[in-house]
C-alpha cells in the first residue's frame, strides 16, 4: 500500500539559513509527489510537484524538492528561509498503478517556524 | 477567475443534528474530492466524485456520511447525526479532468479554503 511519511512533527530555522522539511515514501511503482503548504485558517495550496525527469523540482515561493529514488525521500528545501515560510506543509503521493487515479495520500504534515 | 468556495468556512453543530458541507469548482472543474483533517493529523481522502457520480468513496466511512455532486450546483457533503469525533477541517479540491492527470501531463488538484466543523 502506499504510504508518505513526514518524520518531524515540527521545524526551527532561523531566518536566513537554510531548510529542509523531509519527506519518505511507499509506493508500489514510479511515484507522483507533491508539497502543498497550508497557511494559518486557509486552504492548501500547491508548491511543486515530481511527475518524472529532472530529480531537483522547482516550485513555488523559492522551495524546491529533490527526489531521491534509492532512499525513496522527497525533501522540501530553500537556502534562505523567510519568516513568512512559517505554516504547515504537507508531502503527499501518488501510486500511479494505483486502480482509482484520483486517490492521493497525505503526510501527516511538518510545521515549519522560523525565527527572526 | 474565482477559485475552490466552500460554504461556511466555520459550522457549530450539537451531537446528532446534521451538517452539510457545500463545494463549488472552480470555472471549468467537473471533478470535485473531499478530504478531511483532524486536529494534529494530516489530510485523509473523503470521497471523489463527478458531476451526478461517485467514481470513488473507500475513504467515506460506512454511516451517516453522504456526498453528491449534482448536475447543477454545489457539491455537498453531508453528515448526518454528528458525533464529536466528526469534529475536524473538510477540504474540498476540484481538477478539470479525472484524477487531475491529462493524457500529455498532469494537473494538480486546486484546494479551497476549509470549512472547520465543531460539533458540541
Known amino acids: 500500500a502506499q504510504s508518505v511519511a513526514q518524520p518531524e512533527d515540527q521545524v526551527n530555522v532561523a531566518e536566513g539559513n537554510p531548510l529542509t522539511v523531509k519527506c519518505t515514501y511507499s509506493v508500489s511503482g514510479n511515484p507522483y509527489l507533491f508539497w502543498y503548504v497550508q497557511y494559518p485558517n486557509r486552504g492548501l495550496q500547491f508548491l511543486l510537484k515530481y511527475i518524472t525527469g529532472d530529480n531537483l523540482v522547482k516550485g513555488s515561493y523559492g522551495f524546491e524538492a529533490e527526489f531521491n529514488k534509492s532512499q525513496t525521500s522527497f525533501h522540501l528545501k530553500k537556502p534562505s528561509a523567510l519568516v513568512s515560510d512559517s505554516a504547515l506543509y504537507f508531502c503527499?503521493?501518488?501510486?500511479?498503478?494505483?486502480?482509482?487515479?484520483?486517490?492521493?495520500?497525505f503526510g501527516s504534515g511538518t510545521r515549519l517556524s522560523i525565527r527572526p | 477567475n474565482a477559485g475552490v468556495m466552500q460554504n461556511p468556512r466555520h459550522l457549530v453543530r450539537r451531537r446528532g443534528q446534521e451538517a452539510r458541507l457545500r463545494c463549488s469548482p472552480m470555472?471549468?472543474?467537473?471533478?470535485v474530492y473531499w478530504y478531511r483533517q483532524l486536529p494534529e493529523e494530516g489530510l485523509k481522502f473523503m470521497v471523489y466524485?463527478?458531476?451526478?457520480?461517485?467514481?470513488?468513496e473507500s475513504g467515506m466511512p460506512k454511516e451517516r456520511f453522504s456526498a453528491e455532486f449534482p448536475k447543477e450546483g454545489p457539491s455537498i457533503l453531508r453528515i448526518q447525526q454528528v458525533v464529536r469525533g466528526d469534529s475536524a477541517a473538510y477540504f474540498c479540491?476540484?481538477?478539470?479532468?479525472?484524477?487531475?492527470?491529462?493524457?500529455?501531463?498532469?494537473?494538480?488538484?486546486?484546494f479551497g479554503p476549509g470549512t472547520r466543523l465543531t460539533v458540541l
Open positions: 503527499a503521493v501518488r501510486d500511479p498503478s494505483y486502480s482509482s487515479a484520483s486517490k492521493i495520500i
Open positions: 479540491a476540484s481538477s478539470p479532468r479525472r484524477g487531475g492527470f491529462t493524457s500529455g501531463g498532469f494537473n494538480e488538484q486546486f
Open positions: 466524485l463527478q458531476k451526478e457520480n461517485i467514481i470513488d
Open positions: 470555472k471549468g472543474h467537473s471533478h
